[in-house]
């Protein structure tokens, strides 16, 4: 383990249960921790059930424990989630959390719920999730606290069935807005353009659009080292553009690439990435 400041912390021993009964997945961990001159002894418990209905559908329960040897010290994440699946085109994806933690009672919960259809050549999804400011899951975590945020994506991918080069073109859109889960103001919106094709050896090319906006509250430090390099309070709205392609994955030699240029919070930013591949039968692979 580590503690808060990333010093190692010694695990004195765990032990794991996971299977099947009938239609149930069960799984089971708990793991004690030794005590260390930054924190005390714990012990973490995880649990979870998983009930398989249908085809491609569930429901489930989960429970997360965190016990220390001082009294009063303790976390415990506990919730439901569900996904289910009709016609292998319409789903629907749900949660609902709660934390128990000392000294934050109170707006302490997480929520999501998304709904999408899928086919040959249609893509939709609409998305509702909030943190709560106090839900604090300490034996996981989260990528951002006290937020609700909204999500929305499109995508028409039309089959180019008289084509023997092209498979399908591309074309989507997607909308972010993250906001305050107590003020409801825009932290965070970005929307998203793009155009592709898709070609029958399963190569393809792409270009895209993204603007972004961002509030920060407060100094954002990016580079502490000197010379360090921040971010002031304010409004940002910043644009990029990106262009893609992938010779497919399926061939002995393949190949891929992307460029993104545009603006960054108060500056620019361009980015590469490039990819070759070399699988000349099914024993030996090489990367670059």
Not at 13 to 38: P, V, W
Not at 118 to 142: C, K, L, M, W
Not at 170 to 192: H, L, M, N, P
Not at 204 to 217: K, M, P, Q
């Amino acid at each position: 383990g580590l503690s808060a400041g990333g010093t190692p912390i010694p695990i004195l021993g765990g032990a794991r249960l996971t299977g099947q009964i009938d239609r149930y997945d069960l799984g089971f961990l708990t793991m004690k921790t030794d005590r260390s001159s930054s924190a005390p002894s714990n012990t973490y418990v995880v649990g979870r059930v998983k009930r398989n209905l249908f085809r491609n559908s569930f429901v489930g329960g989960l429970w997360t424990n965190r016990d220390s040897t001082i009294r009063g010290d303790y976390n415990r994440v506990y919730g439901s989630d569900a996904h289910f699946e009709f016609y292998n085109r319409l789903e629907f994806d749900s949660y609902i959390l709660r934390s128990d933690t000392p000294g934050k009672s109170g707006r302490n919960a997480a929520r999501r719920f998304q709904t999408g259809w899928r086919d040959e050549e249609i893509t939709a999804s609409v998305e509702y999730t909030t943190v709560q400011a106090n839900f604090n899951p300490e034996a996981g975590f989260i990528r951002r606290r006290d937020n609700t945020q909204y999500s929305g994506d499109f995508a028409w991918k039309p089959l180019m069935r008289n084509s023997d080069v092209i498979r399908n073109l591309s074309f989507s859109t997607s909308v972010d807005y993250i906001g305050g889960s107590e003020t409801g103001k825009v932290e965070t919106r970005t929307q998203a353009a793009n155009i592709g094709v898709q070609f029958e050896n399963n190569g393809s090319l792409s270009f895209g659009v993204t603007e972004t906006f961002d509030r920060l509250n407060q100094r954002f430090v990016i580079h502490r080292t000197a010379p360090e390099v921040s971010i002031a309070p304010g409004d940002y709205t910043y644009r990029s553009y990106g262009v893609g392609g992938s010779t497919g994955q399926n061939r002995k030699i393949s190949a891929s690439g992307s460029f993104t240029m545009g603006d960054f919070w108060d500056g620019r930013r361009n980015t590469a990435n490039a990819g070759f591949s070399w699988n000349p039968n099914a024993h030996f692979g090489l990367d670059l």
